[in-house]
């Protein structure tokens, strides 16, 4: 079945400043890519998606990159602010008519310090 | 719509004792997935309903774990006995089965088994 790596485990930037996380997975057949924020208490809330016949995706401060061939794929967050501090998950599925079985990383704390 | 709805929130109960959690998915919503999460081992999917069938439990810990779905708004997962290593938090999640779309999550259900 699909592995998914998530590096780094804890991450803490400056505001302001850019925070990359990136994830590799491991089945060649898997075409959807979500990013889960998790804030304490609450339930994973997708945050940005890409799909495999696409390479890079923004969403005002918020981008995510594929690389298919190398089976790798990362979250840019800019201009980084104290809300954006979080567990972020990224996860890879193979996406069929008989719906998204994901498979999470293993999260990303990201703290934002003032 | 009030999105994926999850109940008890908290639950503690006494090893051995019989616990049971249920989940009301998005209306129209035909992908049903029950997820743990854990420190340890991250967020770990047990069982997805594809229009109310199930169709992969492989992710179910052991017999003593058990879900159902007897109609589009409602899901249980049983645990019977439960064990304290069962303690986690468990969240239900639902999404439309057509290819690379989102999975929303609930609020989870934090049990502690004692």
């Known amino acids: 079945g699909e592995n998914v790596e998530q590096h780094p485990s804890t991450l803490s930037v400056q505001e302001g400043d850019s925070a990359v996380i990136k994830c590799t997975y491991s089945d060649s057949a898997s075409n959807y890519f979500p990013w889960y924020k998790q804030e304490l208490g609450k339930g994973p809330q997708l945050i940005i998606d890409?799909?495999?016949?696409?390479g890079e995706k923004k969403d005002q401060r918020i981008a995510v990159t594929l690389n298919k061939t190398a089976k790798h794929f990362s979250l840019h967050i800019t201009e980084t602010q104290p809300e954006d501090s979080a567990v972020y998950f990224c996860?890879?599925?193979?996406?069929?008519?008989?719906?998204?079985?994901?498979?999470f990383g293993t999260g990303t704390q990201l703290k934002v310090e003032l | 719509d009030a999105g994926v709805i999850q109940s008890p929130r908290h639950e503690v109960t006494e090893m051995g004792q019989e616990v049971t959690l249920r989940c009301k998915p998005i209306s129209g919503h035909n992908s049903l997935f029950w997820y743990r999460q854990t420190m340890m081992r991250g967020l770990e999917l047990l069982i997805y309903f594809n229009n109310n069938v199930p169709i992969d439990d492989s992710g179910m810990p052991e017999d003593r774990f058990s879900a159902k779905m007897p109609n589009a708004s409602f899901s249980t997962l049983k645990i019977q006995p439960s064990e304290p290593r069962d303690s986690a938090v468990y969240f239900c999640a639902s999404s439309l089965s057509s290819g690379g779309t989102e999975a929303f999550f609930g609020q989870g259900t934090r049990l502690t088994v004692v």
């Open positions: 890409i799909r495999s016949n696409v």
């Open positions: 996860a890879a599925s193979f996406s069929t008519g008989g719906g998204n079985k994901l498979t």
